[in-house]
């Protein structure tokens, strides 16, 4: 069997197991007790008026020259939540970077299963680096633990560079898989100053509790080259919300890196095919969210919210449609976001904010009028 049939197997495979689910078992006695409280009462910044305002200069400015191009005006791009904070005023700084930021994305579940087929963020990168960004992927295990993959993060940053400065982009899993290196390698403080996490499994999900173990072991068995499995079925394992919010009740994250999160989400005519079962299923529980994840359990606690995508799970980070056009048209078929925009939208609003708190030296010439205020 081709690599191609076995990857479709694969999601065959998962879209059986999530139609076989029952929602009874979305409660489980070793979850710590938690609560949903409004992000102020969590600690979380609100952001997004500011990055509303960063992401509509730069689609206004070079949207059009970059892939999906879509405004952000009204719910388009960004939902537009209530209590979202008016715009600042404040001139975007579009120009050239001089921070010297290296941007890293971590990918997540399954990442590396199809990695000759997309990468998180593949479509951003080189308008990132023509901003003066440099970039980097750390390819962590598909089909592996947290614990794994914190040790796959850990070695790859620390074989960088010494003085670099890394902001790293995290997806789904890639996330919870970087919070763990983290945790567990302090060191990593002195190169990473920020996370941002884009559709993060941060309190796990509810799907890896609901879904029957023996088809998560059966899509576990499926044979692929490009992404060998792991020891049972620990990769779902490290998703399920017992162990995430177990993890997040007993760990402290660090003080010297600022988090920054995107809980994307979308109607369900805007979920692609592979992700609807999963979707319905997640419905029960909340219908904001992206067909694999809460838009609720997709932000860190003391992080900075910069917005909420208008987006499913995989249109958020993962470009399937340029490449892939026989997958995108049937599995994928929901996949179109200007990503370029968002990555872009997110790291400048790191930098600046990094910049005012004095956390990284700012370099950049006067502020000059934005283009809507010249």
């Not at 700084?93 to 199809?114: D, I, K, N």
């Not at 899509?219 to 992404?227: D, F, G, H, I, K």
Request: with cysteine; glycine share 6%.
């Amino acid at each position: 069997m081709s690599p191609a049939k076995r990857l479709t197997v694969l999601f065959l495979v998962l879209g059986l197991a999530a139609c076989s689910a029952h929602p009874k078992v979305f409660v489980s006695e070793n979850t710590p007790p938690s609560i949903l409280v409004p992000i102020s009462d969590a600690g979380v910044v609100d952001g997004r008026g500011r990055f509303r305002e960063i992401f509509g200069e730069i689609e206004k400015t070079r949207g059009p020259l970059l892939p999906d191009d879509r405004s952000c005006q009204g719910n388009s791009a960004l939902w537009k939540l209530r209590g979202e904070p008016k715009p600042s005023g404040r001139p975007v700084r579009l120009e050239r970077s001089s921070a010297g930021l290296t941007v890293v994305m971590v990918p997540g579940l399954l990442a590396e299963c199809v990695a000759g087929k997309s990468k998180v963020f593949a479509d951003g990168v080189a308008n990132l680096e023509a901003q003066g960004y440099k970039t980097g992927y750390i390819q962590t295990r598909g089909r592996q633990s947290s614990r794994v993959n914190a040790d796959i993060v850990h070695e790859a940053i620390m074989s960088m560079p010494e003085q670099e400065k890394l902001i790293l982009v995290t997806h789904s899993k890639g996330t919870v898989d970087t919070l763990e290196a983290l945790d567990l390698y302090p060191e990593l403080t002195d190169k990473v100053l920020a996370v941002i996490s884009v559709s993060g499994a941060v309190n796990g999900s509810p799907i890896a509790d609901v879904v029957p173990e023996a088809l998560v072991q059966a899509a576990e068995e499926v044979r692929l080259s490009s992404c060998p499995p792991g020891h049972g079925i620990e990769a779902v394992e490290s998703l399920r919300r017992s162990v995430r919010v177990g993890w997040l009740a007993s760990h402290e994250l660090p003080r010297k890196v600022r988090f920054y999160c995107l809980a994307a989400f979308a109607r369900p005519a805007d979920i692609s095919f592979i992700l609807k079962p999963f979707f319905t299923i997640l419905s029960l529980a909340d219908p904001l969210n992206d067909g694999l994840v809460l838009c609720s359990d997709a932000i860190i606690p003391g992080s900075t919210l910069l917005g909420y995508p208008n987006a499913d799970h995989l249109a958020v980070a993962m470009p399937f449609a340029e490449k892939n056009p026989i997958l995108s048209s049937i599995l994928i078929n929901r996949n179109h976001y200007p990503r370029a925009v968002l990555l872009e939208a997110a790291v400048r609003y790191v930098e600046e904010d990094l910049q005012q708190r004095g956390e990284l030296p700012d370099r950049s010439p006067p502020d000059q009028p934005s283009q809507n205020q010249k």
